[in-house]
């Protein structure tokens, strides 16, 4: 089942997160998303080997498949990105991820040579043209890759945010809005403490994220955040989170 997320007729923006049947495949549950502008279109974190052939169809009603422009992956966990080579198959579409990743792409797909249609993003990020719009790479490094990107369609003011306000919960196909934040905490805490990196680099995002016109923030995993006063409140929070290496003291660091 898609999600529609944003639509004026000619920009459309979908999510697909009921792909993965958690129960029986005890995987993790993942979102993946399709933009499409006009004739052109691109997906975001399209997933594993497990999302594909549900993914393909799904995406059909929306989209063809073959007309496909764009792969744009946060980072290279194989959640993101592990379908890749049924996707360069199936498709002629460009795969776009960070510069540091692009030579670890080959290990996902058959050994052919796609360097034609691969392109790294530079660290600073990138305008990446689509159809009559644009989105926006931007850094998001260290959380949790060390080379990661989310994207900024400033047509819808969604932010797809990768990993960064993941929460560990049953979307139950519906990709719900957040509706109590001090509730969802809970969903989101651990995660975010143990995969960011420190809480300097959540404030250099927040920082940069305020400069932005953003309506939604839609993770990879879990609930989304609708509305300007939910996406400050989520900013805000992880702003103030010591995370990751804060954390790390020499206990653990001991030969077991």
Known sequence: ??????????HVCLAFCDLVDEDASHAVQCNQFLVVDGAHGALIDPG??????ALMMAMQRYFPARDLDLILASHADPDIIASLNKWMVGTSCTVMISKLW???LPHFTSGRDYTARTIGIPDEGMRIALGDSEL???????MH????F???DPVSKILFSGDMGASMTSADGALPAVADFDAHIHHMFGFHRRYMVSNKICRYWANMV??????MIVPQHGARFEGPAMVQRFITWIENLPCGVDLMTQAQYRVP
Do not use: I
């Open 1 to 10: 089942m898609a999600v529609e997320l944003y639509n004026d007729g000619r």
């Open 145 to 148: 890759s060390e080379g990661n």
């Open 48 to 53: 594993g080997n497990m999302t594909y052939s």
């Open 210 to 215: 305020r400069t932005l016109d953003v309506d």
């Open 150 to 152: 989310q994207f900024y």
């Open 102 to 104: 692009t030579r670890f």
């Open 136 to 142: 926006v790479a931007l850094p998001a490094h260290f």
